[in-house]
């Protein structure tokens, strides 16, 4: 399995930008999965934007319009741009890649967000 490491996470003000990256120690090219997933305090770890195989992204509704997720191959790397961010938002992000070879999750970035 592939291990994952974030960064990118940090404090910013409500309407601010922060984009995340997930760096792979191997390639994650054609992953069956390639995504971001969230855990607010007192809550359950949520989807927030994923890559599919050679889909489209998927992105959950709170997010839509807001987050973009990106991959960039040659460097065994993805993204989550995230804009317009809100205090609900706040979190930590946790990355994650699901190949034939098993799961694998990074170990997570705390993103918080001021109103």
């Known amino acids: 399995q592939v291990q994952l490491v974030e960064s990118g996470g940090g404090l910013v003000q409500a309407g601010g930008s922060l984009r995340l990256s997930c760096t792979a120690s191997?390639?994650?090219?054609?992953?069956?999965?390639m995504g971001w997933h969230r855990q607010a305090p007192g809550h359950g770890r949520e989807l927030v934007a994923a890559i599919l195989g050679r889909n489209s992204p998927t992105y959950a509704d709170s997010v839509k319009g807001r987050f973009a997720i990106s991959t960039e191959n040659a460097k065994n790397t993805f993204y989550l741009q995230m804009d317009n961010l809100k205090p609900e938002d706040t979190a930590v992000y946790y990355c994650?890649?699901?190949?034939?070879?098993?799961?694998?999750w990074g170990q997570g970035t705390q993103v918080t967000v001021s109103s």
């Open positions: 994650y890649v699901l190949r034939p070879a098993g799961a694998s």
């Open positions: 191997g390639s994650i090219f054609n992953s069956t999965i």
